[in-house]
T-cell receptor, first 118, second 115 residues
């Protein structure tokens, strides 16, 4: 397993268009997170899945944002009617809730999907 | 909710010197404090973490200290090298008991190590 992968790495879109990002977590990880990072800031929590259940959503996640993890494996984050303020790096992370060996519950991040809204 | 403050926002040191980055947190229930290093255009990567039942942890040139009473924790890098140059983020979360390990991050410190 090569780690958390995200697609696409870069997306440029016009205001008002819909975009979708995909995240493939580390295969044995049951927890999946989406974060948003803007320039000069730390990652901000958006939402969290345990298996296929979306257990928490941030107030940052407006009605235009929706995330799914239909089979408890990969996840998608869709942004509808994009606005210029949505321009950011969208980071996905995964972790395991099962403590064995040296597993500490560490979050492993993907390289991110950079969104630019014109 | 949790709030994490991080200082300084930028730090420039000479190669071989030590660097210290400090963070404070607001939620006394937080018990897990990782530090992530992010190089330009790369993913954040965990470099060290500490749990609230420990006051200090070291890993080669990197150490983290935690003061639960004052709700602050610090990252110490000794004998800095140019490859240590990156943005460092502290974070806090609650772990165990069914919590979700949701991390609240500080705003980051840009560390520059000058050769």
């Amino acid at each position: 397993d090569t780690g958390v992968s995200q697609d696409p790495r870069h997306k440029i879109t016009k205001r008002g268009q819909n975009v979708t990002f995909r995240c493939d977590p580390i295969s044995e990880h049951n927890r999946l997170y989406w974060y948003r990072q803007t320039l000069g800031q730390g990652p901000e929590f958006l939402t969290y899945f345990q298996n296929e259940a979306q257990l928490e959503k941030s107030r940052l996640l407006s009605d235009r944002f929706s995330a799914e993890r239909p089979k408890g494996s990969f996840s998608t984050l869709e942004i509808q009617r994009t606005e210029q303020g949505d321009s950011a790096m969208y980071l996905c992370a995964s972790s395991s809730s099962i403590y064995r060996d040296k597993n500490t519950g560490e979050l492993f991040f993907g390289e991110g999907s950079r969104l630019t809204v014109l | 909710g949790e709030n994490v403050e991080q200082h300084p926002s930028t730090l420039s040191v000479q190669e071989g010197d030590s660097a210290v980055i400090k963070c404070t947190y607001s939620d006394s229930a937080s018990n897990y404090f990782p530090w992530y290093k992010q190089e330009l255009g790369k993913r954040p990567q965990l470099i060290i973490d500490i749990r609230s039942n420990v006051g200090e942890k070291k890993d080669q040139r990197i150490a983290v200290t935690l003061n639960k009473t004052a709700k602050h924790f610090s990252l110490h890098i000794t004998e800095t090298q140019p490859e240590d140059s990156a943005v460092y983020f502290c974070a806090a979360s609650k772990s165990g008991g069914g919590s979700n390990y949701k991390l609240t991050f500080g705003k980051g410190t840009l560390l520059t190590v000058n050769p």
